[in-house]
Every structure is written in C-alpha cells, then in structure tokens.
C-alpha cells in the first residue's frame, strides 16, 4: 500500500521568509497530491492540490510541485504571515483509493 | 454550501454509554468518511461509504458502528467505549465521477470525544 513521508515534523521561520515542507511517495500509481492545513482546535483544509498530469501549481503565495519520477512533491509558502502558523499534511492517493496522510508539519511563523 | 457540519462538538461518556455522533453535507457527494485523529498525528481513516454503502472498514472495532442512512448524513455509533478511543473524530466528503473517487476530501470540525 502506499505510505507517505513529510518532512521536516517543525519548521520555524521569521515572517516574510519562504517555507518549504517535502513529501515522498512509494506507490506509483497514486495520481492526486492535496496539502492540508489544520489550525487548532479545527478540521484540516484543503489548501491546494497537484495532479500527476501537472507538474506545478501556484495559488496566490501558495505553490505546489511534483516530481512523479523522485516520487516526491513539496509545499512553497512565500512571505510567509503568522496566520499561515498550522499543521500542514500532505497526502497521496490513486484512483478509487482512500488518501493517506504524511505525520505533518507545524509551521511556527514568528513576527 | 460547501459545509461538512458535525455535532456535537464535544462529547465525554463513560465506558458503558451509548452514544452517537453525526454528520452532515449538501454538496451532492456521495462518498463519506470517518477519520479518527489523535493529538499531533495524521488523520486515520476509519469507514467509507460510497452510495450509502460501506465501502472500506480499516479493521476498526465492533465498538464503532457506522450508519449512513441517506446520501447527506453519516453517522457513527459509539458503544462500550475505552479511554484510549478518546480523540477527534473527522467526517468528511468528497465527489464520486462515474464511481471513482475525485480525491478532494472536505473535512468537517470534528467532534472532540473522551472517553472517561
């Protein structure tokens, strides 16, 4: 089955500075790679997502990449603000499958 | 209306309660989810329901029943319980297109359960 890796589990950085969280995947199969944000005491939301057909995608200060060959795919955050402080989940899943979570990032943006 | 609502938001019962919590959406997706989440871990899937049938059981404990009794509502029966079934449990949504998953999972609050 398919397992996920995050990394790093922490990640501080200064507001305004960029910040990047990495995911890999075993499974090739798997087509579609969300990334969650969960704020506490609050359900995760979806914050942005790549297909396998998509190499990269951008969202405002959020962007996405994939690299289905390394099997890895990563979060950007640029200018980076203290509301953006959470714990970010990345997942995996292939068609028809049910997502699997990496352990998570929390992300401590410091003003 | 892009809203998965649970409730209740909290919940403490002791080993030998019945209990249940609900969810609800009205986006038209017809598979529904059960996670169970512990303090600082991943979301762990528990039960989906494709077309109100259950579709994936993770080996999850007969203490857990869950129920779908039509296309909009999920819920989850909590019987005999244990301390250790204490954390967040997550409802959560997503499309079906000709029967295959579409990936995106819309979560709901979560219902915060302890389990004295």
Known sequence: ?111 | DTEVTQTPKHLVMGMTNKKSLKCEQHMGHRAMYWYKQKAKKPPELMFVYSYEKLSINESVPSRFSPECPNSSLLNLHLHALQPEDSALYLCASSLLSRGTNTGELFFGEGSRLTVL
């Open chain 1, 1 to 111: 089955g398919e397992n996920v890796e995050q990394h790093p589990s922490t990640l501080s950085v200064q507001e305004g500075d960029s910040a990047v969280i990495k995911c890999t995947y075993s499974d090739s199969a798997s087509n579609y790679f969300p990334w969650y944000k969960q704020e506490l005491g609050k359900g995760p939301q979806l914050i942005i997502d790549i297909r396998s057909n998509v190499g990269e995608k951008k969202d405002q200060r959020i962007a996405v990449t994939l690299n289905k060959t390394a099997k890895h795919f990563s979060l950007h955050i640029t200018e980076t603000q203290p509301e953006d402080s959470a714990v970010y989940f990345c997942a995996a899943s292939g068609a028809g499958t049910a997502l699997i979570f990496g352990k998570g990032t929390t992300l401590s943006v410091s003003s």
